[in-house]
T-cell receptor, first 119, second 115 residues
Framework: EPEVTQTPSHQVTQMGQEVILRCVPISNHLYFYWYRQILGQKVEFLVSFYNNEISEKSEIFDDQFSVERPDGSNFTLKIRSTKLEDSAMYFC?????????????????FGQGTRLTVV | AQKITQTQPGMFVQEKEAVTLDCTYDTSDPSYGLFWYKQPSSGEMIFLIYQGSYDQQNATEGRYSLNFQKARKSANLVISASQLGDSAMYFCAMREGSNTDKLIFGTGTRLQVFP
């Protein structure tokens, strides 16, 4: 069964360093997302990406963050100058374009997550 | 106000019994979708079931069913014939309106199934 894959599964980085989290969405999906989950808290939306551009972003997704689809298969989240509070599980997700007028009912398929620890 | 409220931080159920996990939502948009995800200890998020605001019938997927009460704005997940492998965190989520892709998650309920 096709799945979203994320690498690495765990990343430790020093405060102030840049990190890139990588994701390979399901191949025929056209919508891509990043979510994060701070330990013990709920999952929070960061950004959605469609047709090679950001379609929506949350207030969390500030200038420190950027996303890219560099080669048609990978989808990356870059965090510049990491802070301690960036420590979280980061989930990539993707969903298909079902051709309907609304995207409302299309489920997002999540990867297994990357646990980022900033020290 | 919270968009998604899950009032049960933890639930216990005996194997083979049914369990209901509560979820209430808050939106003024007539178009919305409600989702349930399972997060086992390994961390991944697994889609379970979807209910659309215009759906006339409650959604069912195998042992999972959604008790959708629109007037009460509740979308409770019912797991029948619980199995030990059902032990996990369960998150209710909403996609609000037709102009957004984002899912809004609740705080989750940790379900423990005991023999």
């Amino acid at each position: 069964e096709p799945e979203v894959t994320q690498t690495p599964s765990h990343q430790v980085t020093q405060m102030g360093q840049e990190v890139i989290l990588r994701c390979v969405p399901i191949s025929n999906h056209l919508y891509f997302y990043w979510y994060r989950q701070i330990l013990g808290q709920k999952v929070e939306f960061l950004v959605s990406f469609y047709n090679n551009e950001i379609s929506e972003k949350s207030e969390i997704f500030d200038d420190q963050f950027s996303v890219e689809r560099p080669d048609g298969s990978n989808f990356t989240l870059k965090i510049r100058s990491t802070k301690l509070e960036d420590s979280a599980m980061y989930f990539c997700a993707s969903s298909e374009d079902n051709g309907a007028f609304t995207h409302l009912e299309t489920e997002a398929f999540f990867g297994q997550g990357t646990r980022l620890t900033v020290v | 106000a919270q968009k998604i409220t899950q009032t049960q931080p933890g639930m216990f159920v005996q194997e083979k019994e049914a369990v209901t996990l509560d979820c209430t939502y808050d939106t003024s948009d007539p178009s919305y979708g409600l989702f349930w995800y399972k997060q086992p200890s390994s961390g991944e998020m697994i889609f379970l079931i979807y209910q659309g605001s215009y759906d006339q019938q409650n959604a069912t997927e195998g042992r999972y069913s959604l008790n959708f009460q629109k007037a009460r704005k509740s979308a409770n997940l019912v797991i029948s014939a619980s199995q030990l492998g059902d032990s996990a965190m369960y998150f209710c989520a909403m996609r609000e309106g037709s102009n957004t892709d984002k899912l809004i998650f609740g705080t989750g309920t940790r379900l423990q199934v005991f023999p």
